[in-house]
């Protein structure tokens, strides 16, 4: 692989930002997970608008979803990888493949815990309120 020429710097930056719009989008073109995720932000969003949540709470729901956004990507780049190295079956890609797997379910599993925190005050004050 021969090395690009040198870009400008910004030239450069937009080059990088491209590549990573490029891997958003592969990432939700090629993995369900991913697709449920999107469907879960979007759902904790217009829950947050919904119920009127303060700027402050905003900032450990924003953190809960970049987290699991943010595993979510770094385990689909380490099976491509792993993918690409072997096909057959290795019980050390596998266990690395489950780590990464697992890496997501915990961030998922907090983000579900602060949603829970968050928004569950709030939503427990609408049906109060209702009732």
């Keep these: 692989m021969k090395p690009e020429p040198p870009l400008g710097f910004w030239r450069g930056r937009g080059k ?3 590549c990573a ?3 958003i989008v592969s990432l939700l073109h090629t993995q369900m997970n991913a697709r449920i995720h999107l ?7 217009v829950a947050g608008f919904v ?3 303060p700027r402050g709470e905003w900032v450990p729901l924003a953190f809960a979803i970049g987290i699991v ?3 979510e990507a770094a385990n689909t780049a380490l099976e491509l ?3 690409r190295i072997s096909r057959e079956h290795d019980e050390m890609i596998g266990r690395a493949k489950d780590v990464a797997a697992g ?3 915990l961030a998922a599993i907090t983000a579900a815990i602060i949603g ?4 569950g005050p709030h939503v427990w004050a609408l049906v109060r309120a209702r009732f």
């Design 69 to 71: 956004w943010i595993a």
């Design 116 to 119: 829970a925190l968050v928004l």
């Design 16 to 18: 990088s930002f491209a």
């Design 39 to 45: 469907l879960a932000t979007v759902a904790v969003i």
């Design 51 to 53: 119920l009127r949540i």
């Design 21 to 23: 719009w490029r891997g």
């Design 81 to 83: 990888l792993a993918d």
């Design 103 to 105: 890496a997501v379910l």
